[in-house]
């Protein structure tokens, strides 16, 4: 028999714990007794009735002061501030389990509590996209991925958040019982054993954006505005009166991307929107959306998402 440990806390979110936990109890179904798994709620403060942010109320089976044993798979789930609060006896709790576990599990912005117990230095992580800067700026130590859905390094597994944990706790079921059993686990839930592309497919790929008062923001802005035209870095840096040169290596500076790669990201996220919106054919959203053909655009996008226009119209539109 495997154990899980699942920690709780005020205001976390409940698909964190409840995706994944459902994932390895209908794993139950296919297994033998002896190899099933014990699910046990730990509480991070001695009060085992935690309130999840939708409202839900959940009784902990024990506190972390009672939780002695080095779990097979100990999960720890995000919440919509905890990137911001403090546990320090979670914490100080963590770090001794950490050695001990046979897997180390965050969901979603969990990671950010695993970085405050100095888990993270030294190793491939991620978490929810639009939480992504912000670990990164939190835990230099650590090499954050964009764009997958899950990251595992070593025992430590970190994943996008919400029903990515259940990708995760699908993937550690495989490990542990073989595909087949996974397999059937994913059936019974309705999902896929493996997601088509990463987490990019769902946030915007123009997030970075200059200071208003500066010269690169003023070719963004115009950018954003005038997609259609066709852009070069010397085009771009002749709109500011700069040299190809300088402009380049300011506006990587400022905006962590090459000035090329700022337009194919505008690109991408206008012809997203086009796709999601309307049914006008692909070579049209292409020509719309600034690609010199519906090629280039369908090796732009299964590059950066993961999919091809057409699969992306199909999963959003």
């Known amino acids: 028999m495997r154990s899980v440990a699942v920690v709780v806390f005020q205001d976390m979110l409940l698909l964190d714990v409840a995706g994944p936990v459902e994932v390895f109890s209908i794993a139950n179904r296919y297994l033998e007794p002896e190899h099933h798994y014990k699910i ?3 509480s991070s403060e001695d009060e085992l009735r935690v309130r999840t942010s939708s409202g839900i109320a959940l009784t902990a089976d024990t506190g ?16 919509p501030h905890a990137y911001n609060q403090v546990f320090p006896r979670l914490q100080c709790w963590l770090r001794n389990q950490a050695p001990k576990v046979g897997c180390l599990v965050s969901i979603c912005t969990g990671a950010f509590i695993l970085g405050q117990a100095e888990l993270l230095d030294g190793r491939r992580v991620t978490t929810h996209w639009s939480y992504i800067e912000r670990l990164a700026q939190a835990f230099p130590k650590a090499e954050v991925e964009t764009n997958q859905v899950f990251v595992r390094d070593g025992n430590l597994i970190t ?32 999902v896929v054993m493996k997601r088509l592309g990463g987490q990019m497919q769902f946030s915007p790929l123009v997030a970075a954006v200059a200071k208003e008062d500066s010269p690169v923001a003023r070719v963004q802005s115009y950018v954003l505005e005038n997609v259609m ?17 300088h402009f380049s290596r300011v506006f990587s500076r400022e905006v962590n991307m090459t000035p090329m790669e700022f337009v194919q990201r505008v690109r ?20 719309r959306s600034g690609f010199a053909s519906a090629r280039q655009m369908r090796v732009l996008f299964s590059n950066k998402l993961g999919l091809t ?8 539109g």
């Open 64 to 79: 972390i002061d009672g939780a002695i044993e080095a779990y097979d798979v100990l999960l720890v789930p995000g919440g």
């Open 268 to 287: 991408i996220d206008h012809a997203r929107k086009l796709l999601e919106t309307c049914d006008i054919p692909l070579k049209t959203v292409a020509y």
């Open 229 to 245: 035209e066709d852009f070069s870095v010397e085009r771009m840096a002749g709109l500011v009166a700069m040299s190809s040169r």
């Open 40 to 42: 046990t709620t730990i």
């Open 159 to 190: 994943s996008g958040g919400v029903t990515t944990g259940i990708d995760l706790a699908l993937s550690i079921v495989a490990e542990h019982h073989g595909k087949q059993i996974a397999l059937a686990v994913a059936k019974v839930l309705l």
């Open 309 to 316: 226009p057409m699969q992306y119209r199909r999963k959003f």
